[in-house]
T-cell receptor, first 109, second 114 residues
């Protein structure tokens, strides 16, 4: 089975940096995705990690440690529009993508 | 064009009705997916098509019947649903199944079963 854990909610201040953690236990790990989902909208792709290390993409970075079953999404220079749910999703085997419960981030002025 | 479209946006149906959800993409993607998402929960995979063939059915009840008429279209036929089937139904596509190919999601169909 798959077990993916994320904090349920986080609050951060506009302009600050926030780190959203994700831990997982899965058989046949084959990559980890981060998605952003605004309320009432579809998830949108943010990042993909399959090897250990940091992937940077503008204000967003994602880190993976396969040996620790751990990933984080780092958001810099937070903007109000970054208020959304952030979903960690683990690919197991060749096919399946399993989503965590998501972290609801609220950015305050 | 990096868009997945879904129709209808909203659907209300009774438990004896038959309806269909439609999904379309023109990105040349060969894998298409149906997910179900309840409020404040993550998406749950229902079906995966790869090259128009059903490759994964995550033990979904038979009242949900998927169909992939061609590489651009994906349907979900609904019959004799239950109120607990009310949810957001998301369609997604990726270039290929598996690997690092990201999934592009459609806006979803919000289904209410009365």
């Amino acid at each position: 089975g798959q077990n993916i854990d994320q904090p349920t909610e986080m609050t951060a201040t506009e302009g600050a940096i926030v780190q959203i953690n994700c831990t997982y236990q899965t058989s046949g790990f084959n990559g980890l995705f981060w998605y952003q989902q605004h309320a009432g909208e579809a998830p949108t792709f943010l990042s993909y990690n399959v090897l250990d290390g940091l992937e940077e993409k503008g204000r967003f970075s994602s880190f993976l440690s396969r040996s620790k079953g751990y990933s984080y999404l780092l958001l810099k220079e937070l903007q109000m529009k970054d208020s959304a749910s952030y979903l960690c999703a683990v690919r197991a085997g060749a096919n399946n993508l399993f989503f965590g419960t998501g972290t609801r981030l609220t950015v305050i002025p | 064009d990096t868009e997945v479209t879904q129709t209808p946006k909203h659907l209300v149906m009774g438990m004896t009705n038959k309806k269909s959800l439609k999904c379309e993409q023109h990105m040349g993607h060969r894998a298409m997916y149906w997910y179900k998402q309840k409020a404040k929960k993550p998406p749950e995979l229902m079906f995966v098509y790869s090259y128009e063939k059903l490759s994964i059915n995550e033990s979904v009840p038979s009242r949900f019947s998927p169909e992939c008429p061609n590489s651009s279209l994906l349907n979900l036929h609904l019959h004799a649903l239950q109120p607990e089937d009310s949810a957001l139904y998301l369609c997604a596509s990726s270039l290929f199944k598996g690997g690092g190919y990201e999934q592009y999601f459609g806006p979803g169909t919000r289904l209410t079963v009365t």
